[in-house]
Nanobody, 126 residues
Framework: QVQLVESGGGLVQAGGSLRLSCAAS????????MGWFRQTPGKVREFVAT????????YYVDSVKGRFAISRDNAKNMVYLQMNSLKPEDTAVYYC???????????????????WGQGTQVTVSS
């Protein structure tokens, strides 16, 4: 049974930082592509960032490039999303997900993700 549990969301002022964490069990983050997605009410879930086992390992949606960084700790089986210079438009529920499809780089943005966490709310005030 694969489980993903996010934490680290909260309320922050514009320009601030948050680090989201995703604790994985039942599947190794070192051998499967992991992604972060976000969703606001009434909108389609949006890809944010991905980290894959093989190079190029990371890829980001243009709107967060240079501000967000995805990483993983293989020993702890955790994935992180460091979010800096946050903007009000980053407000959303953020989800961690795992993909069974082998991919790397930008291809991991559009593959099927079969396990999802419950989400963590990030609110950025102006």
């Amino acid at each position: 049974q694969v489980q993903l549990v996010e934490s680290g969301g909260g309320l922050v002022q514009a320009g601030g930082s948050l680090r989201l964490s995703c604790a994985a069990s039942g599947r190794s983050v070192s051998t499967y592509a992991m992604g972060w997605f976000r969703q606001t009410p009434g909108k389609v879930r949006e890809f944010v960032a991905t980290i894959a086992p093989s190079a190029p390992s990371t890829y980001y949606v243009d709107s967060v490039k240079g501000r967000f960084a995805i990483s993983r700790d293989n020993a702890k089986n955790m994935v992180y999303l460091q979010m800096n210079s946050l903007k009000p438009e980053d407000t959303a529920v953020y989800y961690c997900a795992s993909s069974p499809v082998g991919c790397s780089g930008y291809r991991c943005a559009s593959v099927r993700y079969d396990y999802w966490g419950q989400g963590t709310q990030v609110t950025v005030s102006s």
